[in-house]
């Protein structure tokens, strides 16, 4: 059996997987990810005993751990470098730590990597040998499969499609370093961003009447909710976000050539509103031998993908070292 871990900013999503890679239990804990890295993977020891008692398994009944993080990270060295949803999370030795407590092996990927594994497994990938994920939440996050193959890159820093230059006359400003990036216009934070922008320019919206004039209350909900009532601000940002999604989806699949590209994550369930215009746009300004016989779809497993992704990591990587080691 296999053991795998999403390590989110609120839960802490456990899923067991049987040698079959059948799903067989899904359970979480609190993260308390405001507090610090010695809290979390307290929380994170406890509930991996926690699914162990709840399953009747003992760590002799598993033959690894996978655990999917969010950021930067040295998965050779089993080391989470820094994660945005953390706080004083500064290199955790993911790895070293679970390995002491269970001596089991333990394997670390990418939050979004272990995403796509799991809808690869379970879900909208299945049987696919070259599909991208999208992942729209707070930011924008990308993982992808080549020729059957989980793509890594030099550096495991393969795929940040978040980091494509968009905008480079008067791009918004990025924690990388550079501007225009894509994540600062299509995620919920580029939502929110467009926004302001909208309203900075004297425009009107029920938006500013439902916060009271509190823009920093409105969130991306609310700004699908305005949209439904036909507000025409709600429109132009979600016209804006689609178009820059449609651009930033013809460069997926004019580089990547996939068969299918997945859309997960919380901004992706604004659905119609900001996907069909989208695709539209991807599809028109994509290649046409690449785009003849690609798809765009929404995401199958939602919160369950990254837990059971991260098993079916660790199944593969420990069928590699296992191979490597005979």
């Not at 930067?72 to 290199?91: E, L, T, V």
């Not at 980091?163 to 550079?178: D, L, T």
């Not at 940002?237 to 299918?260: H, S």
């Amino acid at each position: 059996m296999y053991i795998g871990v999403d390590l989110g900013g609120t839960n802490i999503k456990l899923g067991l997987l049987s040698d079959q890679f059948t799903a067989l239990w899904l359970g979480s804990v609190p993260t308390e990810s405001l507090t610090n890295s010695e809290v979390v993977m307290t929380n994170l020891i406890n509930g991996l005993r926690r699914l162990m008692t709840e399953n009747n398994v003992t760590p002799a009944d598993i033959s690894a751990i996978g655990v999917g993080v969010p950021g930067q990270m040295d998965i050779k060295r089993g080391i989470s470098i820094f994660s945005p949803n953390f706080a004083n999370w500064d290199n955790v030795p993911v790895v070293q730590r679970l390995t002491q407590e269970f001596g089991l092996p333990v394997y670390i990927d990418n939050d979004v990597r272990v995403n796509l594994y799991g809808e690869w497994q379970f879900g909208q990938a299945t049987g696919l040998d070259n599909v991208v994920m999208v992942t729209l939440g707070t930011g924008l996050g990308a993982a992808a499969i080549v020729d059957g193959k989980m793509l890594y890159g030099h550096s495991n820093s393969a795929t940040e499609l978040g980091h494509m230059n968009m905008v480079r006359q008067g791009g918004r400003p990025c924690a990388c370093g550079s501007s225009g990036c894509f994540a600062r216009y299509v995620s919920a934070r580029g939502i929110i961003w467009t926004v302001r922008d909208h309203l900075a320019a004297g425009e009107s919206s029920l938006l500013t009447e439902w916060v009271a004039g509190d823009v920093d209350a409105i969130t991306p909900k609310m700004v699908s909710e305005a949209y439904d009532q036909g507000d025409l601000l709600a429109e132009r940002v979600y016209t804006e976000t689609a178009e820059m999604l449609g651009f930033g989806l013809a460069n997926v699949i004019n580089l990547y050539n996939p068969k299918r590209i997945v859309m997960g994550g919380g901004v992706a369930q604004a659905g119609d509103r900001l996907l069909k215009p989208a695709i539209e746009i991807a599809m028109s300004h994509s290649l046409k031998v690449a785009r003849q016989d690609c798809d765009i779809v929404a995401a199958k497993l939602g919160s369950k993908a990254g837990a059971y992704g991260a098993g079916y990591m660790a199944a593969i990587r420990f069928a590699e070292e296992s191979a490597e080691e005979a």
